[in-house]
């Protein structure tokens, strides 16, 4: 009932800065957890960073801190995923996650609907 659809992965260079967004379809959106996760060619799928409902905090990968921020605008049924600072390391493909919930969460598990993905190349 929460059907995202990633955009804004494109090739950047290393140091470059990229917002991706992802809108998820759905009259539910506003009681969902959303995330973000990466995939690589030839790597598993690892976590990037993930938001709660309002007011229940958000989550990230230690590679990613202090670089990537994670947000979400429930008017819009948006979450966005701002990555700073841009490292080779980055690269893949960037999947956004939906599922019922409250706080923020890390393991690709723990959710329920996907979209497509979005490819990010960074160069050094």
């Known amino acids: 009932q929460v059907q995202p659809v990633e955009s804004g992965g494109r090739l950047v260079q290393a140091g470059d800065s990229l917002r991706l967004s992802c809108v998820a379809s759905g009259r539910t959106f506003s009681s969902s957890t959303m995330g973000w996760f990466r995939q690589a060619p030839g790597k598993e799928r690892e976590f990037v960073a993930a938001?709660?409902?309002?007011?229940?905090?958000?989550l990230c990968t230690d590679s990613v801190k202090g670089r990537f921020t994670i947000s979400r605008d429930n008017a819009k049924n948006k979450v966005y995923l701002q990555m700073n600072n841009l490292k080779p390391e980055d690269t893949g493909v960037y999947y956004c996650?939906?599922?019922?919930?409250?706080?923020?969460?890390?393991?690709?598990?723990?959710?329920?609907?996907w979209g497509q993905g979005t490819q990010v190349t960074v160069s050094s």
């Open positions: 996650a939906a599922r019922t919930g409250i706080y923020a969460r890390a393991h690709d598990s723990d959710y329920d609907y």
């Open positions: 938001i709660g409902q309002s007011g229940y905090g958000t």
